[in-house]
C-alpha cells in the first residue's frame, strides 16, 4: 500500500518555466491538499479539493493551479515559476470526515533559479 | 480567521526531561484538532488528534495532549523525553461544521541535549 506518493522528489526549474506536481493516493480519500513549507512558515496552504472535479483556494493560492480530474489525482501547477516558489510542497489526503486524519506524502524539493 | 498559533519556535529540552509544546487556536467553535511530527527530509506524521469527549488524548510514542476550551489551547505534552523525539512538531485545525481546509501552525522546533 503506497499511500500518498508525489512526483517528482526533485527538481531545479529557471524562471519563467512550467511545470506540474502530479500527487496519487490508493486509499479512496476525498479530500486532497497542496502545501509549501519554508523555514519559519510552517505549512500554507495552497489549494485543496473535497472530492473529484472539486478545488479550492487555500492561503497562498497565487501562481499556482489545481486540478482533480480523477480521484486518487491531485495536481499542482506552476505556469510561469519564480524564485519565490522555491520550497517544499507537500500533498496529503484525507477521508470525508472533518476529524480525519491526513496523510502525508514524502515531499518535493523545487528550486526556481 | 480560523487560525493555529505556536508561540514557540525552538525549544531545547534535555534527554529524560519533560516536555510541554504550546498550541493555541482561534476558532468560532470548538475545532477539531491535530499534533503532527516531521522528522529531518521526511513527510509530516500524526501523534494525535482531538474532536470531542475527553480533553485529554492519548497518542502515539507516548504523546499526550490536553485541549482546554477556556485558554483556547492544545498542547502537546511528553512526561520523559527521548533523543529521538528531535524533530519539528506541528499543531493543526479544522473548523466544526465548516470549511474542509486543514491549517496549520508554524512549527516548533525540538532540540535534545544528551
Known amino acids: 500500500n503506497a499511500g500518498v506518493t508525489q512526483t517528482p522528489k526533485f527538481r531545479v526549474l529557471k524562471t519563467g518555466q512550467s511545470m506540474t506536481l502530479l500527487c496519487a493516493q490508493d486509499m479512496n480519500h476525498e479530500y486532497m491538499y497542496w502545501y509549501r513549507q519554508d523555514p519559519g512558515m510552517g505549512l500554507r496552504l495552497i489549494h485543496y479539493s473535497v472530492g473529484e472535479g472539486t478545488t479550492a483556494k487555500g492561503e497562498v493560492p497565487d501562481g499556482y493551479n489545481v486540478s482533480r480530474l480523477k480521484k486518487q489525482n491531485f495536481l499542482l501547477g506552476l505556469e510561469s515559476a519564480a524564485p519565490s516558489q522555491t520550497s517544499v510542497y507537500f500533498c496529503?489526503?484525507?477521508?470525508?470526515?472533518?476529524?480525519?486524519?491526513?496523510?502525508f506524502g514524502q515531499g518535493t524539493r523545487l528550486t526556481v533559479v | 480567521a480560523q487560525s493555529v498559533t505556536q508561540p514557540d519556535i525552538h525549544i531545547t529540552v534535555s534527554e529524560g526531561a519533560s516536555l510541554e509544546l504550546r498550541c493555541n487556536y482561534s476558532?468560532?467553535?470548538?475545532?477539531?484538532l491535530f499534533w503532527y511530527v516531521q522528522s529531518p527530509g521526511q513527510g509530516l506524521q500524526l501523534l494525535l488528534k482531538y474532536f470531542s469527549g475527553d480533553t485529554l488524548v492519548q497518542g502515539i510514542k507516548g504523546f499526550e495532549a490536553e485541549f482546554k476550551r477556556s485558554q483556547s489551547s492544545f498542547n502537546l505534552r511528553k512526561p520523559s523525553v527521548h533523543w529521538s523525539d528531535a524533530a519539528e512538531y506541528f499543531c493543526a485545525g479544522r473548523s466544526q461544521g465548516g470549511s474542509e481546509k486543514l491549517v496549520f501552525g508554524k512549527g516548533t522546533k525540538l532540540t535534545v541535549n544528551p
Open positions: 496529503a489526503s484525507s477521508y470525508v470526515s472533518l476529524n480525519a486524519e491526513a496523510f
Open positions: 476558532y468560532g467553535a470548538t475545532p477539531y
